[in-house]
């Protein structure tokens, strides 16, 4: 267990559907990192939430959106779905991001 | 335009043999790290080199980055079926260059070790 949960690990929905995959963040870190990993790109950064407040973005789609509670937990929701949404994804965090992350186990999602 | 190229892409080798994989960039990266990710699972961080020409042992791994710091390379001694998953490299860029915290990774290595 890397201390960085995510929910639900299996995740099958048809196309213009909308999803929220959730991530627990490691105990005492503040920033979380989504990724999207699909065989042909492989790791491709999202989006980082530090304390709450949007850090940094990547090639994020309009159609996706992120958010950081509180309890430091975040959401990524992605709507409309297409076909091409299926991969998986990644939640990550760190308190020393110079020195590296701790990954989740990530949601499969299956757009069909 | 990958940041990050690893090669090889693909290696399948016989227990007991050794290999190199590199990571190599045009950029310039405040630090640079290797994961190893199994099937069903998240990449879990093996090493981070921060230090241009630093070489880092972990058992029969070997991490070497390089002086510029714009490469490394992972060598694995006498591998084992054990140590079959893909391997990734991953840097954080420096700040003149666009960095900010994200990490940038490379396609990844995948590596088979049969019995």
């Known amino acids: 267990d890397s201390g960085v949960t995510q929910t639900p690990k299996h995740l099958i929905t048809a196309t213009g559907q909308r999803v929220t995959l959730r991530c627990s963040p490691r105990?005492?870190?503040?920033?979380v990192y989504w990724y999207q990993q699909s065989l042909d790109q492989g790791l491709q950064f999202l989006i980082q939430y530090y304390n709450g407040e949007e850090r940094a973005k990547g090639n994020i789609l309009e159609r996706f959106s992120a958010q950081q509670f509180p309890d430091l937990h975040s959401e990524l929701n992605l709507s409309s779905l297409e076909l091409g949404d299926s991969a998986l994804y990644f939640c990550?965090?760190?308190?020393?991001?110079?020195?590296?992350?701790?990954f989740g186990s990530g949601t499969r999602l299956t757009v069909v | 335009t990958q940041l990050l190229e690893q090669s090889p892409q693909f290696l399948s080798i016989q227990e007991g043999e050794n290999l190199t994989v590199y990571c190599n960039s045009s950029?310039?990266?405040?630090?640079l790290q290797w994961y190893r990710q199994e099937p069903g699972e998240g990449p879990v961080l093996l090493v981070t080199?921060?230090?241009?020409?630093e070489v880092k042992k972990l058992k029969r791994l070997t991490f070497q980055f390089g002086d510029a710091r714009k490469d490394s390379s992972l060598h694995i001694t006498a591998a084992q079926p054990g140590d079959t998953g893909l391997y990734l490299c991953a840097g954080r860029l420096q700040p003149s260059q666009g960095g900010s915290e994200k990490l940038v990774f490379g396609k990844g290595m995948k590596l088979t070790v049969n019995p």
């Open positions: 080199v921060v230090t241009g020409g």
């Open positions: 105990s005492g870190d503040l920033s």
């Open positions: 950029s310039v990266f405040s630090s």
């Open positions: 990550a965090s760190s308190s020393r991001p110079l020195y590296g992350y701790t």
